[in-house]
């Protein structure tokens, strides 16, 4: 099924799916200050180990919220023990738009750093954003206490926001001041535009985002040919007098991470499915044996009456059938017609394909699109004259609520609950950044996001997914992104990590979080395709696979263990040591032994050593063996 590794282009492809290595950070220091400079951004800037910002980039976001790489000159760096010092310049070259600009990064032992950018659009360009965006992280920071100075020069006193916020928790910024840990303060200054900020837990990133140019401004916009911009963030970190004692001691350490399981955590194991891939429903059904024998007892596919046809409900059928599971119907409803109209004609026509359901997820089609929580809204009718509608057209049927697209859409529209069953939404960390640190550290959005629609979900069941780490659908554009280069592209649908095993541990990561936090059930991926468990052959890259009808992802091995699972106890996993802990999962089997599953998203190996643990069978997947 694989080739052996043998270079670092197969191990590449083995545990990323391209060839493609990834990035490596370069790790500034002056005195405390620390910062990690990775393509042409800023990440992880700390002051004695404790996170600070957890990046700063300057970015060219195209007219449809795309963010194409720029190209980028190799730095210039010069580094003392108590500064450092960075320049380097950058061009973005998309569809004959070209942005060009020029970049110095400092730092110093004294607290103070800086990132400066100033650059000129050489053609006319259509730009959503164009500028810095500032990230906080939001281990430390939700629910905390920030100073605002505004625009203006007002000052206010507010917090992160706890929850996920659906609009922009705070507007108007010109700097923003906050204590990362008791008597460590830091002002972060923003000059050149206007910013303001969102929460983007909505897309699962791990940060509260500061961002140039509001959102209530039209978008796109163009920037002429000559347009000039100069934008900087200054950072200015503070100890009090003996304000280091609050900070995180540093410890002897011997770099082991050190896990212990823990009693039954009180959840269980919620049923695992898989998706539909309707634009490749040929693949799904050659797919569909493997699929069985994987456990799978869960499927949700999408029928849109707008592009999909009897066709796509015989397969269905068919689909369900061969693999014994039960079917979730996602409908996203054309709104065209009255809704008992349209709704009977649906019901008559999934009738006609003897398609059994075992609940139907039903919202406006328009909520496919994204919309500010401020409106405008969609016309049509309302959510509660659809849910009362697909009662009568489908008697006795679970009717599910919430929408098709992510959490964002679901968060910014919170429609009611009344007359559900049930809520879904999916997600996917594509949306901002591609970069494999930051798809790991989505899994940290996970009980945000849940505890969020708990508070407006009114205690009814939450299901998620399909989802997987590339986009299905693009509320904020045309489309998905295409990815013909099989890299790493933001907001693509073609995610080449979906192949190798960094995917197949996102998605351990990505179950263990959603069962923690009780999700009714949890759906990933696809049978085959782009967000496929199982090989089929197709017109994207797919390096090292044969044109074999019975290879598999490495996730396909995590789905058919989780699918296993179904029902049964969680066990705690408790880390204590340095760095970042494996993604882990335990739980109880029916014979009273533990199951655990761990997965490295980090960069490096990672040693651990697991107390408690007498005898058992050990399974490794690994780039050099794994099948």
Not at 297 to 302: A, I, N, S, T, Y
Not at 514 to 532: D, I
Not at 594 to 616: D, F, H, K, M, S
Request: charged share 20%; glycine share 12%; net charge negative.
């Amino acid at each position: 099924m694989f080739d052996r590794p043998s270079s670092i282009s197969d191990h590449a492809i083995a545990c990323f799916g391209t060839a493609q290595p990834p990035s490596r950070p370069h790790v500034l220091r002056a005195g405390p200050l620390s910062a990690e400079l990775e393509d042409g951004a800023v990440r992880a800037i700390r002051w004695r180990d404790v996170e600070i910002l957890r990046g700063v980039a300057f970015l060219v976001r195209d007219a449809h919220w795309g963010t194409p790489s720029a190209q980028l000159s190799d730095p210039e760096v010069t580094e003392t023990p108590g500064r450092f010092d960075v320049r380097f310049q950058g061009l973005v070259d998309k569809d004959g738009q070209r942005f060009r600009y020029e970049v110095r990064i400092g730092g110093s032992a004294d607290g103070e750093f800086v990132f400066e950018a100033a650059g000129m659009a050489e053609t006319d360009i259509l730009t959503c954003r164009t500028g810095f965006v500032v990230l906080h992280p939001i281990a430390g920071m939700a629910g905390r206490p920030v100073r605002i100075e505004h625009a203006d020069g007002s000052e206010e006193e507010s917090c992160f926001p706890a929850l996920v916020s659906p609009g922009q928790p705070i507007f108007s910024i010109r700097s923003l001041a906050h204590e990362p840990a008791p008597g460590l303060h830091a002002l972060c200054r923003l000059d050149g535009d206007v910013f303001e900020m969102e929460d983007q837990r909505n897309w699962t990133d791990a940060s509260f985002k500061t961002y140039v140019r509001p959102l209530a401004l039209p978008t796109p916009y163009l920037l002429s040919a000559g347009t000039r911009l100069e934008q900087a963030v200054r950072l200015t970190v503070r100890e009090e007098a003996g304000g280091d004692k609050g900070l995180p001691a540093a410890r002897p350490s011997d770099g082991v991470q050190r896990l212990t399981l823990g009693e039954a955590l009180g959840a269980t194991m919620p049923p695992v499915g898989v998706g539909i891939d309707t634009l490749r429903l040929p693949a799904q059904e050659a797919g569909v044996s493997l699929i069985r024998d994987a456990g799978v007892r869960l499927l949700v596919g999408r029928y849109d009456p707008r592009i999909s046809g009897d066709e796509t409900l015989a397969a269905f059928t068919r689909l369900v059938e061969a693999t014994g599971a039960e079917l979730l119907l996602e409908l996203p409803l054309p709104c065209r017609e009255a809704p008992d109209t349209e709704l009977g004609g649906i019901a008559a026509r999934i009738d006609a394909a003897r398609l059994p359901l075992s609940g139907l997820t039903v919202a406006p089609a328009a909520y496919l699109r994204s919309h500010q929580p401020s409106g405008p809204w969609p016309d049509g009718p309302s959510f509660a004259d659809i849910y009362q509608a697909t009662r009568r057209a489908f008697p006795g049927l679970p009717v599910g609520g919430g929408v098709h697209a992510y959490f964002s859409e679901l968060n910014r529209a919170r429609p009611p609950t009344v007359g559900c069953d049930y809520v879904s939404f999916c997600t996917s960390p594509l949306v901002h950044a591609a970069d494999e640190r930051s798809i790991a550290q989505s899994l940290e959005a996970l009980p945000a996001i849940m505890e969020t629609a708990r508070s407006f979900c009114g205690g009814l069941p939450i299901r998620v997914g399909p989802s997987a780490i590339g986009m299905r659908d693009n509320p904020y554009g045309p489309g998905p992104v295409d990815n013909p280069g099989n890299g790493r592209v933001p907001m693509a649908r073609m995610d080449p990590r979906q192949r190798g095993l960094f995917g197949a541990g996102w998605y351990l990561g990505y179950v263990a979080g959603l069962a923690r936090q009780g999700a009714a059930s949890v759906t990933l991926g696809a049978m085959a395709g782009e967000f496929g468990f199982v090989y089929r052959a197709g017109e994207w890259p797919q390096p090292w696979f044969y044109h074999e009808p019975a290879a598999v992802y490495p996730a396909y091995h995590v789905l058919r263990a989780v699918t296993s699972a179904g029902g049964a106890p969680l066990v705690e996993c408790r880390f204590d040591g340095p760095g970042e802990p494996p993604v882990a999962l335990a739980w109880q089997r029916p014979d009273g032994a533990v199951e655990l599953w761990l997965a490295n998203l980090t960069a490096g190996p990672i040693q651990l050593e697991i107390a408690g643990v007498r005898g058992g069978r050990l399974h490794m997947l690994t780039a050099p063996d794994f099948a």
